[in-house]
C-alpha cells in the first residue's frame, strides 16, 4: 500500500509537470465545468462555499458574473498567465499591480493618482476609473464607471459591465478548418487562443471532425449577455494568436510576448464604440476619432520601422516591431498567425497590409495610464534624465510633473517592467512610433 501511495505521488507530480504549461486546461476553448462556475446547491459534502455569502445571480458561486470570474482570475500575482487581477493587499499605496498579461492587469482600476505639476499650480488628479474597463464585480470592490454611464461611442450601460460583456463565458463560438465561426456544428475540443510550442499548432487547430474555440472566448455575431438581453453583436471575433506562454514573471524586462493580431480586432471593439470608429482618415480634413481597422500608410510604415525612441531614427523593418504598440498583420492565416505568435526579444515591423487598430493604443482590459493607453499622453515627457545624460523615469518629488503621482516603480511596471534604458532621455510619447514628431 506505502509503495502504491508513493507512485501516485510520483504520477500527480508528472501530470502536474506535463501541463504546467496548458493554461487554458480549464475552458479549453469552450465551456468548462459547470461546477467550476455554478452551485446547485450552495454547498459541496455539506460545507458551505467558500466565496459568496449565497449563490448569485444564475446560481454564480460570486455575488455577480465577473466576481465569479475573478475568483479563478485574480489570485496572487504571476501565479501564471492566465491572472489579470492583482489582489488589493498585494499591491498599497506606491506598489503597482502585478501581472503583465497583453491585456493588462484591472487592478490599476483601483490606483488614482494626485499630484501638482509645478508650484503654484492646481492639483491634478488621474482617477483609477480612468484606465480601464470598470467591469463590476461586487466580491471585489470594483463598480460602475461614476462618469461614462454607457460605453462612449456607443450605448451599451455601465451599469451592466462586466467580464461577460466581452467573453461568452459558455464558450459556444468556434472555429472549422475554412476559418468561418458559428455558435453551432462540430465540438469544441481546444482553445483556438494559443500557438503551443510543447506540441505544435495542430494541437490547437480545428480539424475534420473537431472545432477550436474562438480568440479568447470572444463574443461573436449575435452574442447578447444573459444579463442585458439586449444590444446584440453585429461583428464577429477578431483573428489572432498568442503563445501559450505569455506572461513572464519580469514582464518585458527583456522578452516581448507578441500576440499576433491577424484582422477584425477594430470590427469587434466596434459592437460597443461604434461612434468611436473611422475607416479612414485625410489630414487637415475635420474628424474626431483616429483611424482604426484601416491599411497603414507607407509613410506610417517607414516612421514605424526606423523609429527607436525620441532622437533615434536607426530601426530597421527585421527588428522594429515594439509589444507596446502592436498592429494587425491583415492577415485571416491562423497559421501563419501562429507562427508570428513569438516569445522574443524583437520581431519584424509592418509593411503596408498592416492595419492601425484600436489594441494599437489601449489595452482590453486596464492600464497605468488614463483611457486604458499603453503609454502616457497626458505630458509630454515619459522619462526624463540624471546628470550624465542617461534616461531615467521621473521622481515622484523631483519631477512630479512628468510622474504624475506614480512612483517609479510603477511607472515602469505601467511600461510591462520594461528597463528606462529602452527609451530616450526626455522620451516623447510614443504616439511617435507612427507619427515620428518628435
Excluded at 510543447?198 to 494541437?203: C, F, L, N, P, Q
Excluded at 461573436?220 to 513572464?248: D, I, R, W
Excluded at 506614480?406 to 512610433?433: D, G, H, S, W
Amino acid at each position: 500500500m506505502k509503495g502504491l501511495k508513493l507512485s501516485l505521488v510520483v504520477l500527480t507530480a508528472i501530470l502536474f509537470i506535463g501541463m504546467s504549461g496548458m493554461v487554458y486546461a480549464f475552458h479549453s476553448g469552450g465551456v468548462a465545468e459547470c461546477e467550476g462556475c455554478h452551485t446547485m446547491h450552495n454547498s459541496h459534502e455539506n460545507t458551505k462555499m467558500s466565496f459568496g455569502a449565497n449563490a448569485g445571480p444564475y446560481l454564480l458561486k460570486g455575488s455577480d458574473q465577473s466576481s465569479t470570474c475573478i475568483e479563478c482570475h485574480g489570485e496572487t500575482p504571476l501565479a501564471s498567465s492566465y491572472h489579470m487581477v492583482t489582489p488589493d493587499a498585494s499591491m498599497p499605496a506606491g506598489t503597482p499591480p502585478g501581472n503583465y498579461t497583453p491585456g493588462g492587469d484591472f487592478g490599476w482600476l483601483k490606483k488614482t493618482y494626485t499630484w501638482v505639476p509645478r508650484s503654484g499650480a492646481a492639483t491634478e488628479t488621474s482617477k483609477g476609473e480612468r484606465k480601464g474597463h470598470n467591469i463590476i464585480a461586487t466580491d471585489f470592490s470594483y463598480v460602475a464607471d461614476a462618469a461614462n454611464t454607457t460605453a462612449p461611442g456607443g450605448t451599451y450601460p455601465g451599469g451592466g459591465l462586466g467580464c461577460q460583456s466581452c467573453h461568452d463565458p459558455h464558450g459556444r463560438y468556434r472555429r472549422d478548418t475554412t476559418g468561418a465561426i458559428s455558435t453551432t456544428g462540430l465540438p469544441i475540443r481546444a482553445s483556438g487562443s494559443y500557438y503551443n510550442t510543447k506540441s505544435g499548432v495542430s494541437a490547437n487547430e480545428p480539424n475534420s471532425w473537431s472545432a477550436v474555440g474562438v480568440y479568447r472566448l470572444l463574443g461573436g455575431v449575435g452574442y447578447t449577455p444573459k444579463s442585458l438581453g439586449s444590444n446584440a453583436f453585429t461583428e464577429n471575433v477578431p483573428v489572432a494568436k498568442v503563445n501559450s506562454t505569455y506572461q513572464g514573471t519580469a514582464g518585458e524586462a527583456t522578452t516581448q510576448y507578441r500576440v499576433a493580431y491577424g484582422s477584425n480586432m477594430s470590427q469587434w471593439c466596434s459592437n460597443c464604440h461604434g461612434n468611436m470608429h473611422r475607416p479612414s482618415y485625410t489630414s487637415g480634413t475635420p474628424g474626431l476619432t483616429h483611424p482604426s481597422g484601416a491599411p497603414l500608410t507607407a509613410a506610417v510604415v517607414a516612421n514605424y520601422n526606423a523609429y527607436k525612441k525620441s532622437g533615434d531614427m536607426t530601426g530597421v523593418v527585421a527588428s522594429s516591431g515594439n509589444n507596446l504598440i502592436p498592429f494587425e498583420t491583415g492577415s485571416t492565416d491562423y497559421t501563419a498567425l501562429a507562427s508570428l505568435a513569438v516569445n522574443t526579444a524583437t520581431f519584424a515591423g509592418p509593411d503596408t497590409s498592416a492595419q492601425v487598430m484600436c489594441l494599437s493604443c489601449h489595452r482590453a482590459h486596464a492600464s497605468g495610464f488614463d483611457s486604458m493607453l499603453r503609454f502616457s499622453y497626458l505630458n509630454e515627457f515619459m522619462t526624463v534624465a540624471d546628470s550624465a545624460g542617461n534616461p531615467i523615469w521621473p521622481d515622484i518629488t523631483a519631477n512630479p510633473g512628468q510622474a504624475q503621482g506614480r512612483t517609479a516603480t510603477e511607472i515602469q511596471a505601467a511600461y510591462m517592467n520594461r528597463p528606462v534604458t529602452q527609451f530616450a532621455p526626455y522620451q516623447r510619447a510614443l504616439c511617435n512610433k507612427c507619427h515620428a514628431k518628435d
